[in-house]
């Protein structure tokens, strides 16, 4: 019989906490018994955990930078595991064509510093379904998509898929530096992640037409996606790239059923023309 996972002798990092699967992962974590460094981008995000933690010396709150290597540093000291997830810095919020170089930078500053922290036996890279679904030859693959594929970059500039070329990017540059300094990284290629205020707007969503054709247009409930990342966290024998997800939108159904979700209040007849791609097409 396996050894059972002691999580009360675990000191985990969570970055950036202050994002939606950040603070649920928090949560999680420490309702799990596990000592929490909590890393947050921006003052004030801090009283976001008054109160969640009934054990105050299991919960330390850090204001990080992902671009301070020094402050990342800190946040890291005496921790075992880092759950990473990159949020976009607040004077930058949009996914443009320069927000690969913004989300790279930081993937490179974060997985450098694990290699410089002694105690670090994992890291739990978030990363995207959109750096797995976008090729030119998807069409005419014989195989499946899983989770040894790559989406092409170039393809993804071509149209403007500023998603898929930050999370492809940063994921790779995270990948070459972990195997490079020794890191013990799991990736989790999330789909779209069904957060309360996801709107239209969700950079993810350039191109869903397309995925939805494809078949490959999936999305995971927040829970399901904490989950996942405790579980490949905890299970000693993870490791590579996992596609994350319990919902596939391949019905004419689902797909009205998310437009709505997406633009309540809209028209009737909005639902029918993002199904049809007017909005959401290349």
Same mark, same amino acid.
């Given at each position: ?95 443009? #064509?320069?927000?690969?170089? /913004?989300? =790279?930078?930081? +993937?490179?500053? *974060? ?6 922290? $002694? ?93 939805? #054709?494809?078949?490959?247009? /999936?999305? =995971?409930?927040? +829970?399901?996606? *904490? ?6 966290? $905890? ?48």
């Amino acid at each position: 019989m396996a050894p059972s996972f002691d999580t009360s002798t675990h000191t985990v990092c969570v970055m950036d906490a202050s994002g939606h699967l950040g603070f649920s992962l928090v949560q999680r974590l420490l309702q799990r018994g596990y000592t929490v460094h909590a890393s947050v981008q921006k003052y004030g995000e801090e009283n976001l955990f008054t109160g969640i933690s009934s054990d105050p010396d299991k919960l330390k709150v850090f204001r990080s930078d992902p671009f301070d290597y020094h402050s990342i540093i800190d946040a890291l000291r005496g921790c075992s595991g880092l759950f990473y997830t990159f949020e976009p810095p607040f004077d930058q919020p949009n996914y443009d #064509e320069y927000m690969a170089d /913004v989300e =790279v930078r930081a +993937a490179h500053n *974060v997985l450098e510093a694990c290699a410089q922290t $002694e105690t670090m036996d994992k890291v739990v890279f978030t990363s995207s379904a959109t750096a797995v679904v976008w090729r030119e030859d998807r069409k005419t693959m014989e195989l499946d998509l899983d989770e040894r594929h790559w989406s092409d970059v170039n393809f993804c500039r071509k149209f403007k898929l500023w998603h898929g070329v930050s999370k492809t990017m940063a994921e790779k540059s995270a990948w070459a530096l972990a195997m490079d300094r020794g890191v013990n990284m799991v990736s989790i290629n999330a789909g779209l992640m069904m957060a309360h205020d996801l709107s239209i707007k969700h950079p993810y969503l350039r191109g869903a037409a397309e995925m939805y #054709e494809d078949g490959v247009f /999936v999305t =995971v409930d927040l +829970a399901f996606l *904490v989950d996942a990342h405790i579980c490949v966290y $905890e299970d000693v024998s993870s490791y590579g790239r996992y596609l994350c997800f319990n919902h596939i939108i391949n019905t004419h159904e689902d797909a009205v059923q998310l437009a709505r979700k997406l633009t309540p209040g809209a028209s009737s007849s909005l639902p029918q023309r993002l199904v049809r791609g007017r909005f959401w097409s290349f």
